[in-house]
């Protein structure tokens, strides 16, 4: 995984709460067996209508979204950060998000920056009153900048020394690989193994 | 210290806890299927990484697959593709697979438990949300996302921040047809669907006491749609009896163990819950969705709600986008909702009990003209159980379409969809807008009012009949 520090881009806001990732990425788009590609499924049932905010001209380029509270609910999908970041968006801010997609986006290396909805709303009249003013979400210090806003966020400690560092998951488990096999000894006998298989007989 | 039944699984699987850190938890169970996992064989092939443990692992194929004609080739060739990439990631790395056409396929929730895999105690995760499914038995079971499959495969374990607890207490006898689903839509419809957000649920009290081990899955795995990391009930004589003499269900000496253990898995007197929430069974009636989140509900005998009635500014902008993307008019009762197509199915209503409630309703009986109704087995033992049973003549003299196991329309990854402008009543869990189809529209309903509802072409309780 890339570090991530700061990042400075345009910013869109997203006024809907309750994005779930089945409007963030509809099913019919998740048969792709790799994660790129997925851009085109993003928002899907909303890209046709000229009005949706990102159709508008001026958010193009913008690579930080801000949508309204419950951003990410519902499926597990991972394919929801994937296609964000397809697009281009490097950043969410909001107020609160599905636990899953959190922790998805922390993973993939998409920044999940939470705030208050006070600040959401403060961010959405900002951006569209200067919707080419860059903003920088800056983790190492826990705020969001541009010139005329400012504000802090949260994130969980861990996920941000991991991607503050750039680390991969796995990797940093493996450093404990003679944990796992110490629990391994100490589990019991009767918990029950996929192999070999075992069928019943049809009734 | 007196400990929920959560903290105590939870302690149970703490491979490695450190300050500052998540804590590494054991995984017991890794059920993998189509849709998320291309991505995750892809990195452990790429780092030159192996499964740990193949026998800790399952795979089947339920999302893409199709409901008709199973023994044909998967027409749509992209769904083909992502169910090859699964045969040949199980045959490269592995693991067991239960293919389209075997006996044991069918969705990942139903077949876990069908087959004695899931028990009590244990930590159950899958690239799926509904995972909490297996809660039922007493378990921790969350859904994860790719990066995590990938994670579980190569190690067996999962970095997991410790949630807050919850009870949830359901009391009450409930009334005649009122079921697990109604019981589930109507808390959500109380909490909300952020409410469970960070905690893991335990649903007690004499109402889950005395479900049936179907009605208790239905709970459970609807947790998601409240946000809750997981949802779980302490595993009982009910719970017992359910996995006695499955295929991986301990045997001998190895079941006196499991059951001193599992009784041990309730929550100690004094333990203290983060949050508390209180439902009383005995006064629900049949609920059903009007919006297009699962919290957007009602008893059937309302009517839709008029959006400037909620006091909060969001919800009243998110009722009001959602009676335009359903189409209705506030003050409609729900009764006058007429529909095109009922679905009978998914993880959430899918299993035996589903089908023989919603059979016993439809009896005799024809489905309305001009509706289809499409009556998908949660998994292929399901589907040759309820043949032996005869169900399926009972479905297909009414009317109804009977099909091979999947999750089928409950997302519509496969041809069971939707059209555009489509209104369906639906014992899946997700009414979300296109969820069954671009452009669909979907009111959550119990299988015994999915029944109904296909007799009469409006939606309706079996007393309506
Ligand atoms: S039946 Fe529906 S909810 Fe369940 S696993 Fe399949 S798609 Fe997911």
Request: glycine residues 10%.
């Amino acid at each position: 995984m890339e570090k991530f520090s700061s990042h400075t881009g345009t910013a869109v806001p997203l006024r809907r709460s309750n994005v779930d990732t089945d409007q963030i990425i509809p099913a019919v788009y998740l048969k792709a067996v790799t994660k790129t590609g997925f851009e085109d499924g993003l928002f899907a049932a909303w890209r046709s209508d000229p009005d949706f905010v990102l159709n508008q001209p001026r958010y193009h380029s913008a690579t930080i979204l801000v949508p309204g509270p419950d951003f990410g609910t519902g499926s597990s999908r991972e394919h929801a950060v994937w296609a964000l970041q397809n697009y281009g968006f490097r950043v969410v801010i909001g107020s609160r998000f599905g636990d899953i997609f959190r922790s998805n986006s922390g993973k993939a290396g998409l920044l999940v920056a939470v705030v208050d909805q006070k600040v959401v709303e403060e961010l959405w009249s900002f951006i569209e009153d200067h919707p080419d003013r860059s903003l920088t979400v800056d983790l190492t210090e826990q705020c969001i900048t541009a010139e005329g806003f400012s504000a802090g966020f949260e994130i969980d400690a861990y996920t941000r020394w991991r991607l503050l560092e750039g680390l991969d998951d796995i990797g940093l488990t493996l450093r404990h690989v003679a944990d796992i096999d110490a629990y391994e000894t100490r589990r019991a006998e009767f918990k029950p193994k996929t192999q070999p298989v075992k069928v019943a007989s049809l009734s | 210290m007196p400990k929920t039944l959560s903290e105590k699984i939870w302690d149970a699987h703490v491979v490695r806890s450190a300050a500052g850190e998540p804590d590494l938890l054991y995984i017991d169970l890794h059920l993998v299927h189509e849709v998320t996992s291309p991505q995750a064989f892809d990195g452990l092939r790429q780092a030159g990484r192996p499964v740990r443990r193949p026998d800790l692992t399952m795979a089947t194929e339920d999302h893409n697959t199709p409901t008709l004609n199973i023994n044909a080739p998967i027409a749509d060739p992209v769904s083909r593709t992502q169910v090859d990439t699964l045969r040949n990631n199980a045959r490269e790395f592995g693991i067991r697979i239960h293919s389209l056409g075997d006996v044991d396929q069918g969705i990942v929730h139903i077949i876990g438990p069908q087959l004695g895999l899931t028990q009590p105690g244990m930590t159950v995760v899958c690239g799926d949300s509904h995972t909490s499914t297996h809660g039922a038995f007493g378990s921790i079971a969350f859904g994860i996302g790719t990066s995590e499959v990938e994670h579980v495969l190569a190690t067996q374990t999962l970095p997991q921040a410790r949630p807050k607890t919850m009870a949830v207490n359901v009391d009450g006898e409930l009334p005649v047809g009122v079921t697990a689903k109604d019981i589930v839509l109507a808390l959500i419809a109380k909490v909300g669907t952020g409410g469970g957000q960070g905690h893991i649920v335990e649903y007690r009290g004499s109402t889950i006491e005395a479900l049936s081990m179907e009605g208790r899955m239905t709970i459970c795995n609807m947790s998601i749609e409240w946000g809750a990391k997981a949802g779980l009930m302490a595993p009982d004589e009910t719970t017992f009896a359910y996995v006695q003499g499955r295929p991986h269900a301990p045997e001998g000496a190895d079941w006196d163990d499991a059951v001193a253990y599992w009784r041990t898995l309730i929550t100690d007197d004094g333990a203290e819950f983060d949050v508390e929430v209180d439902l009383d069974a005995s006064r629900l009636t049949p609920f059903v969705t009007w919006g297009t989140n699962p919290g957007q509900g009602v008893p059937l005998g309302a009517r839709v709600p008029d959006p400037e009635e909620f006091p909060e500014e969001a919800d009243r902008t998110s009722a009001a986008k959602a009676l335009q993307y359903m189409d209705l008019t506030a003050g409609t009762p729900m009764r006058e909702i007429a529909v095109d197509t009922v679905f009978l199915g998914s993880c959430t209503n899918g299993r035996i009990e589903d089908l023989r409630a919603a059979a016993e309703v439809i009896k005799g009986r024809n489905i309305a003209e001009n509706l289809r109704m499409l009556v998908v087995p949660g998994s292929a033992r399901v589907r040759l159980q309820a043949e032996d049973e005869g169900l399926d003549v009972v479905f297909k003299e009414s009317g109804a379409e009977w099909r091979a196991a999947g999750c089928s329309m409950c997302l519509g990854m496969n041809p069971d969809q939707l059209a555009p402008g489509e209104r369906a009543a639906s014992t899946s869990n997700r009414n979300f807008e296109g969820r069954q189809g671009k452009g669909g529209r979907t009111h959550l309903v119990s299988p015994l009012v999915a029944a109904a509802t296909a007799v009469r072409g409006t939606l309706s309780a079996p007393s309506d009949l």
